[in-house]
Nanobody
């Protein structure tokens, strides 16, 4: 069965860090473009980070640039989103997305809550 499973979300204080993981099951990421999205209550889903294959080019939303880092394992099984200097406005459900040609997969999401 092909699926993506996110983990690593939780409750953190402002200024803290979390690392989200996105594990692939039934396929490997190597040829896929990877993206992390988030959706806060009452807001549209927005892309926060992307990693293109095979170039390895990465890009970030302005709101997270310099604080978040997207990466992937060399074996192509897991992607990560390292989130540092978290702010209350980073509170959202975070989703990973893997896409190549007409194949697109989404994870179920993991909640990140930043509050004091």
């Amino acid at each position: 069965q092909v699926q993506l499973v996110e983990s690593g979300g939780g409750l953190v204080q402002p200024g803290g860090s979390l690392r989200l993981s996105c594990r692939a099951s039934g396929f490997v990421f190597n040829r896929f473009n990877l993206k992390w999205y988030r959706q806060a209550p009452g807001k549209e889903r927005e892309m926060v980070a992307s990693s293109l294959s095979p170039s390895g080019y990465t890009d970030y939303a302005d709101s997270v640039k310099g604080r978040f880092t997207i990466s992937r394992d060399t074996d192509g099984s897991t992607a990560y989103l390292q989130m540092n200097s978290l702010k209350p406005e980073d509170t959202a459900v975070y989703y990973c997305n893997a896409a190549v040609l007409d194949s697109v997969y989404w994870g179920q999401g993991t909640q990140v809550t930043v509050t004091s």
